[in-house]
């Protein structure tokens, strides 16, 4: 799965928070629930048609209007992201991963409890 950029995630998290939705709907997202400003439809249309181009998003066409939609769900793509941070930074390993989580004191007590309740569970 080929990464994203910073423009590009940030319209897919738009996608995956509609579901299926135009360009307009998009800039009408960017305008009124992050209070930015109005960015010109042919900015948001060049990088959805880039993200259709990466295999991301596909659309219908309804005459002149398409409706984009994602094709991999954010889950699939945090879980590539993740492995990616990962094998880039920590050698592969989770437990380097999480050793730095707690150095960094972003990750307490019962952060680690909650993890330890979840493997537990998980065998």
């Known amino acids: 799965m080929k990464q994203l950029t ?3 995630e940030e319209l897919m998290q738009i996608m995956w928070d509609l579901g299926p939705c135009t360009v307009a709907a998009m800039r009408d997202y960017i ?19 880039i993200l259709e181009e990466k295999g991301f998003v596909g659309h219908k066409a309804y005459g002149r209007t398409y409706e984009y939609f994602p094709l991999i769900s954010k889950d699939q793509y945090g879980k590539q992201s993740l492995n990616k941070l990962v094998n880039d930074y920590f050698a592969g390993s989770t437990v380097d991963l999480v050793s730095f989580l707690v150095k960094e004191k972003n990750l307490g007590i019962k952060d680690l409890s909650d993890l330890m309740e979840v493997l537990d569970t998980d065998e």
């Open 6 to 8: 910073k423009a590009e």
């Open 31 to 49: 305008a009124e629930q992050q209070g930015q400003e109005k960015p010109p439809h042919s900015t948001v249309s060049t990088i959805v048609r």
